[in-house]
């Protein structure tokens, strides 16, 4: 058949795996936004404690395989009494993984804004809270979106793994498609393209949009 | 004497704004101020001048705790600083008690860090609302009669990247102005500017002089302003005062020779 | 932990021990496809034919923004299509060192460019070939900013041979999902693959890390 036959028959396929892929990319992006942020800031943390919790599910998160941290969320968080269901186990995954990666992003950034500023805000006596709110953390969310945008990009891509735990994602119909025909080019290659699509057309417009808005918004475009 | 052992309290009819009571300060092995004595009454500007390395700018910032103590006490306003009272003893101040004690100082930077997010007007009135608790319109009207002191009222929807450096210095000048503090530290404010803007810079502080209740406290490379202005001028050299007295003295006449090798090498490089 | 059996435990350990090894040499293979290939890709963007650059360009761009897995299993089954049988193993490696090879061809290119353009002037005026150019003074100093990026992705490929296990490789996680269905006993497969994964990957990463130091200082160059 042709491949304009082929996507007319199985178009809707892709389209719904498609749509899922979206879902699972922005909750885990949400999710990893969050977690990034406050284990950014305890990294920051004077506290002993506090930055020890932090680095230690920094380095855990980092150091395994997002796989093997899919598989044990999935299948052994249940043992210990969390049953998570397919999909919420997949983003979930995902999310925290990237989660570890953005808060070094993070930390970064803070760390980048210049000392004058934190001098600045203690002679207006500022409290440290305010200071980090006020005027550190605005300034760095400046500084770390052009590494989240590949982070956004590297979050698309894990998802394609939730199709392991039979999340029917992209990846996942696509799977399907070519036990069903055996047309593996047709099918693999779809799946690719849209994945492609939605990294270079969607995400990083997106990404390069939301920069240029922050930028205006802190008067410096 | 220890820390301890130091009075809790200045009291009396001549209590300075200002006092460095016995005040070290090292890093590693290097002493950066060395056993420092200096009084600094309400209302008197004093411009602190001397080689790089002498500690000049280590005084101020001491004073804006954004440095830690090694020895000794600084008071404000007969109250410790850097220190406060428990059990009829001085201890090391924690940190709710230097907040309290640091709202009577501002400080102005030699690069200005302006917040770069904000307008000049929101610059001005970020403190005061965050801090002092101001209403947004108690907090504008505050600042727009600051900008407009500084002759800076038309830019005060500006970000800071549009404005020169004399114009960001002076909306730092407005800025720590708004909080209202007794003692106003100037960090070498014109070091970093273009040689055309020194001027309104300076011109802003002589105002601040004339004008305004504050106990000032100047490091500086500008000899002749030093001279114009304060009511004292201090020489730093290796962590002490080698000499202070009033401008005419001191330029005019400088007693210790390290003075007047400075002043001469000043001279010749101006 | 609840139910945690340390004799069952140390029963599949030896297994997953293997299957480590089987893992290393997995990302070692594609990490050496990966090195090469990947020097390969960034030299191709610097020819003067610029449509070998736009080709190899978009290539690069679409293998980076497209996941591993979904390669994988492109390449594994791509083959048959036309009647080629690809195995696992070589499917495996073919797709992850193409992968890794997009990736480091970034880290090249940025490492090259790093270098002042005087270096390339001062080659032309010797009228030095470009082969020479190349390997004995522009590389020279594009490795040290290229360092940790290789270093990155060389753990990054480690970690990323889990995915061979789709495609029936028995690296570590293929094996512990053997044991799983085994013994219906995920527990403790599952969280021994994860500690073996931080027990290479974060001393790995450490050492990587003063390794790139020892470069900086023996080349010479400070910083």
């Known amino acids: 058949m042709s491949y304009g036959d082929f996507l007319a028959v199985h178009g809707t396929r892709f389209l719904s795996g498609a749509i899922i892929t979206a879902e699972q990319t922005v909750l885990a992006a949400v999710l990893a936004v969050a977690i990034a942020l406050v284990m950014g800031l305890m990294r920051l943390s004077g506290n002993v404690l506090i930055r020890g919790v932090s680095t230690v599910y920094i380095e855990i998160f980092r150091g395994t395989s997002l796989l093997v941290q899919l598989y044990w969320i999935f299948f ?18 995902v999310g925290m993984n990237l989660g570890a990666y953005g808060a070094e992003v993070v930390r970064g950034a803070i760390q980048s804004v210049p000392r004058g500023q934190y001098e600045a805000a203690l002679a207006l006596n500022m409290s440290p809270a305010t200071r980090m709110r006020r005027i550190i953390l605005p300034q760095a969310l400046l500084i770390m979106l052009p590494p989240w945008g590949n982070l956004m ?56 949009w939301l920069e240029v808005f922050m930028a205006r918004k802190m008067g410096r475009a | 004497m220890s820390a301890r052992d130091y009075p809790l309290q200045l009291d009396g009819a001549d209590v300075p704004m200002v006092r460095f009571a016995n005040v070290t300060k090292r890093y590693g092995t290097l002493t950066v101020l060395d056993a420092l004595d200096l009084d600094i009454s309400a209302n008197e500007m004093v411009s602190i001048i001397g080689p790089s390395g002498s500690g000049k700018t280590t005084v101020l910032r001491m004073l804006m ?75 504008k009207a505050r600042s727009l009669e600051l900008l407009a002191m500084v002759g800076l009222a038309d830019k005060k929807d500006q970000h800071p990247s549009r404005l020169s450096g004399g114009q960001q210095q002076r909306v730092a000048i407005a800025r720590a102005l708004a909080m209202r503090p007794k003692v106003m530290l100037l960090d070498e404010v014109t070091s970093a500017l273009d040689p055309e803007v020194i001027g309104e810079v300076l011109n802003v502080i002589r105002q601040l002089n004339s004008e305004h209740n504050l106990t000032m406290l100047m490091v500086t490379h500008q000899m002749g302003f030093a001279k114009e202005i304060s009511d004292r001028v201090c020489l730093f050299y290796d962590g002490k005062i080698e000499e202070q007295g009033p401008p005419q003295e001191i330029f005019g006449s400088p007693k210790k020779e390290r003075t007047q090798q400075f002043l001469s090498a000043v001279l010749e490089a101006g | 932990m609840f139910d945690w059996r340390w004799d069952f435990a140390f029963e599949i350990m030896p297994r997953l021990l293997w299957a480590t090894l089987n893992t290393l040499l997995a990302a070692g293979i594609g990490y050496g496809i990966a090195l090469v290939l990947g020097l390969v890709f960034a030299l ?13 360009r978009e290539l690069v761009e679409f293998i980076r923004s497209t996941p591993l897995v979904l390669q994988i299993f492109f390449v594994f089954y791509v083959g048959p299509q036309f009647g080629i049988r690809l195995s696992p193993w070589t499917s495996g490696m073919i797709a992850i060192g193409l992968h890794y090879a997009a990736y480091l061809s970034e880290v090249y290119r940025a490492g090259i460019e790093s270098v002042p353009r005087g270096q390339w002037e001062a080659c032309w005026a010797l009228n030095l070939s470009a082969g020479r150019t190349y390997f004995r003074i522009i590389i020279p100093q594009a490795l040290p900013a290229s360092l940790p990026g290789m270093g990155n992705y060389m753990v990054g490929i480690f970690k990323d041979t889990p995915m061979l296990s789709v495609i029936g490789v028995t690296e570590l996680m293929h094996t512990a999902n053997a044991l799983g269905s085994e013994t219906y006993r995920f527990l403790e497969p599952y969280t021994l693959v994860g500690v073996i994964f931080l027990a290479i990957s974060l001393p790995t990463a450490a050492g990587l890390r003063w390794f790139e130091a020892w470069v900086r200082r023996s080349l010479g160059m400070g910083r």
């Open chain 3, 44 to 56: 191709a963007q610097r020819t003067r034919f610029a449509s070998l650059t736009f080709i190899v």
């Open chain 2, 65 to 139: 705790t954004l440095e830690e103590i090694d020895d000794g006490v600084i008071y404000v306003d007969g109250t410790p600083l850097t220190h406060m009272a428990q059990d009829g003893r001085l201890v090391r101040a924690n940190a709710a008690h230097m907040r309290k004690q640091r709202s009577n100082i501002g400080m102005v930077f030699q690069h200005f860090n302006l917040f770069p997010h904000m307008t000049a007007l929101e610059n001005c009135m970020e403190a005061p609302v965050q801090v002092l608790g101001l209403t947004k319109d108690e907090a």
């Open chain 1, 76 to 93: 052994v968080l249940p043992l210990f009494g969390i049953p998570l269901e397919k999909f919420t186990a997949g983003f979930a995954a």
């Open chain 1, 153 to 208: 990009i590297e979050l698309l891509k894990g998802t394609a793994l939730v199709s392991l735990i039979s999340v029917a994602d992209l990846m996942f119909e696509a799977k399907q498609i070519n036990a069903t025909t055996f047309l593996s080019i047709q099918a693999f290659g779809t799946a690719l393209v849209i994945y492609y699509v939605m990294a270079r057309f969607l995400i990083t417009p997106f990404m390069r």
